[in-house]
């Protein structure tokens, strides 16, 4: 989704703004612009596609200023134009605003102000802002960027400068992050860390509703009703060595190939063999609550959602509480009958999603616990759910989401085993469990080792138009993610289907040209999963099966065979997922994909 950078300091604007929006090119955007400014007037650039293209564009010029905002745009209102680039200013030229979030009363704001002569360039919703501001004009521009809010209806996350001050920047939130960068006679504003860990670790997150004053010496936070807010900053835990690519050609690869790093720190800490358990601090204060819940509702989006789907599976087998798992984009429109005894488990890797975030707010408002499963550290869900676990994963750069899901995975387990103990899973379950988790890294470090041959075969299919993916049980949402992969960064068309499903219909898709990637380990469905793939292959489907080392056997069902070793029936999915996640990334590579850029996404989605 669209970022925003800013700077007010001592030093150049334009390049920090750059480096910023560089840092924030992997949201996803498909316009850039920026403006800086200083008592002489403004200097604006915007461009569509990249940032380079916007760097480029000020090669030339030596932008002296020492203030400046800057914007990727993600289309909403209106097409990826210069025109409807960001920065927007008002009809004198003296304001400008980059803003993210969609201002729904646009056309109201719109019509009122030109039928006062005001004159709209662009096709945006945000330009209606900064006309509004312009109009409440007043001694300060916190004063005018105040009093043009209370106007607003919808989601922000704003920055705004002003040529009659042009050492402030002015910036509000309201459903979409804000976070301020504090540096020594310097300042930063942006919607992600990522575009500040470069110049300091110290920050600030801005609450909704909540508006900051920020100068080169100090800031200064409000609510958007002019209380005063004093708070203090945090240290952020990553650093710009967890963003390099190093020796890799893509984040995605560099992700997946972390994994088992991943594992180790999602289990770092946390593991008490000795009393086959687990020990999560975040969830401590409110375990009494916890392990007497009626209900644990997961809620989350996209790849988070096939881990909550993995998680329903852990949680039935682990605990003897009822489990669900939701849809956050669904889930918040329900009539949704919560209570104290009900929990609500929100995942999000980036902690800002905003279907997922709504969630969590409305099973707050009708009485239930929250609780967080996010990676993000600091962000709006690890902030507003009432107890939570971290990844500790380190930045996700890459859209597609691969390390998070395991890491994910991991977490669910550790959960379930906590809650679990305390109910009917014994002290041997519980040790097994543990142990088999030690096992993950050096086993998912086996899978990676034959990555060459998994490219081997993703070549094989680069031209294939559609693709099945099927599985039962835990592995019916790994299944659904292997699809997810494969269709957002290559773009190939791919289904999920529960394995029991393909005679209520998909099979009639297959033919000679429709390949069938299986999941068929050594499991409980293991015997049902070769009748699926034997109608498969009697309908000439090609099949390529994911299946437990050492099962020679599935040769004879399968063309093609990806193998992972054995671990717990709990532990599968976090083993089977990498084959998938290896194939996807390779066909998309053979198919000359922007593969950490897909078209059309955003890694972190913060409007509905
Ligand atoms: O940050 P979140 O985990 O809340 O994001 C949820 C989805 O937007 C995300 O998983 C998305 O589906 C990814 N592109 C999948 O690879």
Same mark, same amino acid.
């Given at each position: 989704?669209?970022?925003?950078?800013?700077?007010?300091?001592?030093?150049?604007?334009?390049?920090?703004?750059?480096?910023?929006?560089?840092?924030?090119?992997?949201?996803?955007?498909?316009?850039?612009?920026?403006?800086?400014?200083?008592?002489?007037?403004?200097?604006?650039?915007?461009?569509?596609?990249?940032?380079?293209?916007?760097?480029?564009?000020?090669?030339?010029?030596?932008?002296?200023?020492?203030?400046?905002?800057?914007?990727?745009?993600?289309?909403?209102?209106?097409?990826?134009?210069?025109?409807?680039?960001?920065?927007?200013?008002?009809?004198?030229?003296?304001?400008?605003?980059?803003?993210?979030?969609?201002?729904?009363?646009?056309?109201?704001?719109?019509?009122?102000?030109?039928?006062?002569?005001?004159?709209?360039?662009?096709?945006?919703?945000?330009?209606?802002?900064?006309?509004?501001?312009?109009?409440?004009?007043?001694?300060?521009?916190?004063?005018?960027?105040?009093?043009?809010?209370?106007?607003?209806?919808?989601?922000?996350?704003?920055?705004?400068?002003?040529?009659?001050?042009?050492?402030?920047?002015?910036?509000?939130?309201?459903?979409?992050?804000?976070?301020?960068?504090?540096?020594?006679?310097?300042?930063?504003?942006?919607?992600?860390?990522?575009?500040?860990?470069?110049?300091?670790?110290?920050?600030?997150?801005?609450?909704?509703?909540?508006?900051?004053?920020?100068?080169?010496?100090?800031?200064?936070?409000?609510?958007?009703?002019?209380?005063?807010?004093?708070?203090?900053?945090?240290?952020?835990?990553?650093?710009?060595?967890?963003?390099?690519?190093?020796?890799?050609?893509?984040?995605?690869?560099?992700?997946?190939?972390?994994?088992?790093?991943?594992?180790?720190?999602?289990?770092?800490?946390?593991?008490?063999?000795?009393?086959?358990?687990?020990?999560?601090?975040?969830?401590?204060?409110?375990?009494?609550?916890?392990?007497?819940?009626?209900?644990?509702?997961?809620?989350?989006?996209?790849?988070?959602?096939?881990?909550?789907?993995?998680?329903?599976?852990?949680?039935?087998?682990?605990?003897?509480?009822?489990?669900?798992?939701?849809?956050?984009?669904?889930?918040?429109?329900?009539?949704?009958?919560?209570?104290?005894?009900?929990?609500?488990?929100?995942?999000?890797?980036?902690?800002?999603?905003?279907?997922?975030?709504?969630?969590? &707010?409305?099973?707050?408002?009708?009485? *239930? $616990?929250?609780?967080? %499963?996010?990676?993000?550290?600091? +962000?709006? !869900?690890?902030? @507003?759910?009432?107890?939570?676990?971290?990844?500790?994963?380190?930045?996700?750069?890459?859209?597609?989401?691969?390390?998070?899901?395991?890491?994910?995975?991991?977490?669910?387990?550790?959960?379930?085993?906590?809650?679990?103990?305390?109910?009917?899973?014994?002290?041997?379950?519980?040790?097994?469990?543990?142990?088999?988790?030690?096992?993950?890294?050096?086993?998912?470090?086996?899978?990676?080792?034959?990555?060459?041959?998994?490219?081997?075969?993703?070549?094989?299919?680069?031209?294939?138009?559609?693709?099945?993916?099927?599985? &039962?049980?835990?592995?019916?949402?790994? *299944? $659904?993610?292997?699809? %997810?992969?494969?269709?957002?960064? +290559?773009? !190939?068309?791919? @289904?999920?289907?529960?394995?029991?499903?393909?005679?209520?219909?998909?099979?009639?898709?297959?033919?000679?040209?429709?390949?069938?990637?299986?999941?068929?380990?050594?499991?409980?469905?293991?015997?049902?999963?070769?009748?699926?793939?034997?109608?498969?292959?009697?309908?000439?489907?090609?099949?390529?099966?994911?299946?437990?080392?050492?099962?020679?056997?599935?040769?004879?069902?399968?063309?093609?065979?990806?193998?992972?070793?054995?671990?717990?029936?709990?532990?599968?999915?976090?083993?089977?997922?990498?084959?998938?996640?290896?194939?996807?990334?390779?066909?998309?590579?053979?198919?000359?994909?922007?593969?950490?850029?897909?078209?059309?996404?955003?890694?972190?989605?913060?409007?509905?």
């Amino acid at each position: 989704m669209c970022g925003i950078v800013g700077y007010v300091g001592h030093k150049k604007a334009a390049p920090i703004l750059i480096h910023g929006l560089k840092r924030l090119e992997y949201r996803g955007y498909d316009s850039a612009g920026m403006v800086t400014i200083d008592k002489n007037g403004a200097n604006r650039f915007r461009v569509v596609g990249r940032v380079q293209n916007l760097d480029h564009a000020i090669s030339d010029i030596d932008l002296k200023m020492t203030c400046g905002i800057a914007h990727t745009r993600w289309a909403t209102h209106g097409k990826p134009t210069e025109t409807n680039a960001h920065p927007h200013t008002d009809n004198e030229g003296r304001y400008y605003l980059v803003h993210n979030g969609i201002i729904e009363n646009h056309a109201k704001l719109r019509s009122q102000l030109e039928s006062e002569g005001v004159e709209f360039v662009s096709e945006t919703d945000t330009e209606a802002l900064v006309h509004l501001i312009s109009k409440f004009h007043d001694q300060s521009l916190e004063t005018a960027v105040e009093k043009a809010l209370r106007h607003v209806e919808g989601t922000f996350g704003i920055a705004v400068t002003c040529i009659d001050e042009p050492s402030k920047i002015v910036c509000g939130r309201r459903g979409s992050p804000i976070v301020l960068g504090v540096g020594m006679n310097e300042m930063f504003v942006a919607s992600d860390v990522s575009a500040l860990i470069q110049y300091t670790d110290q920050v600030i997150y801005l609450e909704d509703n909540e508006m900051a004053v920020v100068t080169p010496d100090e800031y200064q936070i409000r609510t958007l009703d002019n209380k005063p807010i004093a708070r203090e900053t945090l240290q952020i835990e990553w650093t710009m060595e967890d963003e390099d690519l190093g020796s890799f050609p893509h984040y995605m690869l560099k992700e997946i190939f972390e994994q088992p790093t991943t594992v180790d720190n999602a289990m770092r800490g946390r593991v008490v063999l000795g009393e086959g358990c687990s020990k999560l601090g975040g969830l401590q204060s409110k375990i009494d609550q916890i392990k007497r819940l009626k209900k644990i509702v997961i809620v989350s989006c996209g790849t988070s959602y096939h881990a909550g789907m993995v998680g329903r599976y852990i949680f039935e087998q682990l605990t003897d509480t009822a489990v669900e798992v939701e849809l956050a984009s669904e889930f918040r429109y329900r009539k949704l009958r919560l209570d104290e005894t009900t929990g609500v488990l929100a995942i999000s890797q980036s902690g800002e999603t905003a279907d997922t975030l709504a969630a969590i &707010r409305e099973a707050r408002r009708k009485g *239930a $616990l929250t609780i967080g %499963l996010v990676n993000v550290v600091g +962000s709006t !869900i690890a902030r @507003e759910t009432d107890v939570g676990v971290y990844c500790h994963a380190g930045p996700e750069i890459g859209v597609a989401s691969t390390k998070i899901f395991v890491s994910q995975l991991v977490i669910l387990n550790l959960i379930a085993l906590l809650i679990g103990r305390y109910q009917s899973v014994s002290l041997s379950e519980g040790v097994d469990l543990l142990k088999a988790m030690m096992e993950l890294p050096s086993q998912i470090q086996q899978i990676l080792s034959r990555a060459a041959q998994i490219e081997d075969l993703a070549r094989r299919f680069t031209k294939v138009q559609s693709f099945l993916f099927i599985g &039962r049980q835990l592995h019916y949402p790994v *299944a $659904l993610e292997g699809a %997810l992969k494969l269709k957002e960064i +290559s773009y !190939i068309h791919a @289904e999920g289907y529960a394995a029991g499903e393909m005679k209520h219909g998909p099979i009639s898709l297959i033919d000679a040209d429709f390949p069938t990637i299986a999941i068929a380990t050594k499991d409980a469905t293991y015997e049902k999963m070769i009748s699926n793939i034997q109608e498969i292959r009697a309908r000439s489907g090609p099949i390529i099966a994911v299946a437990t080392e050492g099962d020679i056997g599935i040769r004879e069902s399968a063309d093609m065979v990806m193998y992972i070793p054995e671990t717990h029936d709990l532990l599968q999915p976090i083993l089977s997922v990498i084959p998938l996640q290896l194939f996807a990334y390779y066909c998309a590579l053979y198919r000359g994909c922007e593969i950490d850029k897909p078209r059309n996404l955003a890694k972190s989605v913060t409007v509905e």
